[in-house]
T-cell receptor, first 115, second 113 residues
Framework: DTEVTQTPKHLVMGMTNKKSLKCEQH?????MYWYKQKAKKPPELMFV???????INESVPSRFSPECPNSSLLNLHLHALQPEDSALYLC??????????????FGAGSRLTVL | ELKVEQNPLFLSMQEGKNYTIYCNYS?????LYWYRQDPGKSLESLFV?????AVKQEGRLMASLDTKARLSTLHITAAVHDLSATYFC?????????????FGTGTRLTIIP
């Protein structure tokens, strides 16, 4: 299995809702990432988990709450979002390949619309 | 703050022609990545460049890295329609195992028959 699976593919939510995005990989990768991509823009890093511990938080607002229940799963809990948070949320994972660099494998993304 | 700029932002070229996309970055890094993104899709890894002078080739695409000039190029040879996509370079500003990729602005490539 060489995939990163994200659910749901599409999500529409109101500003008072609580929802979650899910990400799963079974490649044994030890680092997992959340990126946010607005339309026609490059992806921007939000969070990095390394060995199930949060290692990087790029000053993301607290209405986004990541969780890594185990080495294969990564969640992004959403609460009280704003319309400007509408974007494609990409999950990725990576593992050392012995070449001095970890190449990220991205999921297909969850497209979020906040009304 | 690391800045990663690509040019051109938009590129429309005819099939069979050659062209180059440029990626400039503002701080020292010896790990640079190229990704491809089709409309509405995720990112696909193309190349990893790890040292000054590194050159990688796959099919009609060739990428190179000049760390002294802080410049990477993606060269397209004899373009074909299925190369139409947005291409991003990304510079790693983190530590090994905690990659912090900063993506370039992207180059939207359209190949015209």
């Amino acid at each position: 299995d060489t995939e990163v699976t994200q659910t749901p593919k599409h999500l529409v939510m109101g500003m008072t809702n609580k929802k979650s995005l899910k990400c799963e990989q079974h490649m044994g990768h030890r680092a997992m990432y959340w990126y946010k991509q607005k339309a026609k823009k490059p992806p921007e890093l939000m969070f990095v988990y390394s060995y199930e511990k949060l290692s990087i938080n790029e000053s993301v607002p607290s209405r986004f709450s990541p969780e890594c229940p185990n080495s294969s799963l990564l969640n992004l809990h959403l609460h009280a979002l704003q319309p400007e948070d509408s974007a494609l949320y990409l999950c990725a994972s990576s593992q050392e390949r012995g070449s001095g660099a970890n190449v990220l494998t991205f999921g297909a993304g969850s497209r979020l619309t906040v009304l | 703050e690391l800045k990663v700029e690509q040019n051109p932002l938009f590129l429309s070229m005819q099939e069979g022609k050659n062209y180059t996309i440029y990626c400039n970055y503002s701080t020292t890094s010896d790990r640079l990545y190229w990704y491809r993104q089709d409309p509405g899709k995720s990112l696909e890894s193309l190349f990893v460049l790890l040292s000054n002078g590194a050159v990688k080739q796959e099919g009609r695409l060739m990428a190179s890295l000049d760390t002294k000039a802080r410049l990477s190029t993606l060269h397209i040879t004899a373009a074909v329609h299925d190369l139409s996509a947005t291409y991003f370079c990304a510079v790693d500003r983190g530590h090994f195992g905690n990659e912090k990729l900063t993506f370039g602005t992207g180059t939207r490539l359209t190949i015209i028959p």
